[in-house]
């Protein structure tokens, strides 16, 4: 009887070469820039959102140089929309860190590759194994899935042990000689047929061994220690017009979508009732002025993140006299079309008609 890892590595391989029909347009891919661009916009990111987002970045910066040198505003404009913008600013530094010290050309080696900003264990091998063919087994949500119901491991995948645990085990049936094929292959496999939910067990090839179906676990795994409690943040964001103009920033660091825009913002512990809000005196205190004219007071908007949830309302309204605070600038409606804002404020000027915006 063949040994039950060299049958999950051989199985895997026969899916892969046979059945596999999964299309991506970074799959198959050698040149370690366009990976690594590609791994950066999935993480977090699902494959469908993700695809039109890489082939703009492509079309935009087809290499290295290009996107180092690419004015900032510009590469978080194109990313908008996708979240997590600590991504969007590692990605510029680390392009920028490799055209100016490697020339432009990507590094060759799994720890060099990992020592970049923002590339992870996960990133590292992806780009090791499907570039450079190095033997480095990728672990992702998918690898964890797979491999905890078809080997029944009930270590948690969100700790250190089990991360460990699940790493080694993930290495031991990596194929050495086709690294980047066998990664791809355990990760399309995950995505496609040992799914998260309503997975294809019944046309699985690897369901004659898998511990999930043999007993009656495939719900159950893999096994999650807990997840962290979730915070909930209330803004108000006022949108000040003062002769055709309104007034923007751009957000700081350390915080939730640095470096994009935002208009003037009120974040409070506890809900601010409408009717305080259409009196003005919160916008007032905010900027320093005595007349205010509230237009309008949009419903709650609401946006959730992976640690946070963001609940708000958009309060457009008029001033008569020019305002100077610090970080803010007045600007036309037309120019906002060329500012990066984060998803939680595009969402909202994509649907008003008064600022006949678009995103």
């Known amino acids: ?5 060299k049958y999950f590595t051989a199985k895997l391989l026969s899916w892969n070469k046979n059945q596999n029909r999964r299309q991506m347009p970074w799959k198959g891919e050698k040149d370690p820039y366009k990976i690594w661009l590609s791994e950066i916009i999935l993480q977090q990111t699902r ?3 993700g695809w039109a987002y890489y082939n703009r970045f492509i079309r935009a910066f087809p290499n290295i140089e290009k996107l180092a040198n690419a004015p900032e505003e510009k590469i978080f404009k194109l990313w908008e929309g996708l979240g997590y ?3 969007c600013k ?17 590094p060759d080696n799994y720890n060099d590759i990992l020592a970049l900003k923002g590339i992870g264990p996960y990133t590292a091998a992806a780009i090791a194994s499907f570039a450079f063919n190095l033997p480095y087994a990728v672990v992702d949500g998918n690898v964890f899935r797979v491999l905890s119901r078809f080997f029944g491991m009930e270590e948690p995948i969100d700790s250190a042990v089990g991360k460990k ?3 080694s085990l ?3 049936l990596l194929d050495k000689r086709l690294p980047g094929i066998y990664n791809q292959a355990i990760m399309d496999f995950g995505a496609t047929v040992c799914k998260p939910k309503n997975p294809l067990c019944s046309n699985c090839l690897l369901s ?9 676990k495939i719900d159950k795994l893999p096994v999650k220690s807990g997840k962290p409690a979730k915070k909930t943040r209330l803004f108000y964001y006022f949108i000040i017009d003062y002769k055709g103009k309104v007034y923007v920033k751009k957000r700081g660091p350390n915080d939730i979508w640095e470096n994009l825009h935002e208009f003037a913002l009120a974040e409070t512990t506890q809900p601010v009732p409408v009717k305080q809000l259409k009196s003005g005196d919160i916008v007032k205190q905010l900027i320093g002025v005595n007349q205010v004219d509230v237009l309008t007071v949009s419903a ?4 959730q993140l992976t640690h946070q949830t963001i609940l708000g309302r958009f309060i457009q309204c008029s001033i008569n006299q020019s305002i100077s605070i610090k970080g803010y600038k007045a600007i036309s409606y037309k120019q906002l079309q060329k500012l990066a804002f984060p998803k939680f404020i595009t969402g909202y000027l994509a649907k008003n008609e008064l600022l006949a915006f678009a995103g």
Not at 208 to 216: D, G
Not at 300 to 303: A, L
Request: net charge positive; hydrophobic share 40%.
């Open 1 to 5: 009887m063949i040994p039950k890892n």
């Open 47 to 49: 494959v469908e959102q």
């Open 85 to 87: 913008y600590t991504r």
């Open 90 to 106: 590692n990605l510029i530094a680390t392009a920028k860190i490799i055209e100016k010290r490697d020339g432009g050309i990507f």
């Open 165 to 167: 645990i699940f790493t």
């Open 170 to 172: 993930a290495t031991k």
């Open 208 to 216: 004659h061994q898998c511990a999930a179906v043999l007993q009656n």
């Open 300 to 303: 709650i908007n609401r946006q």
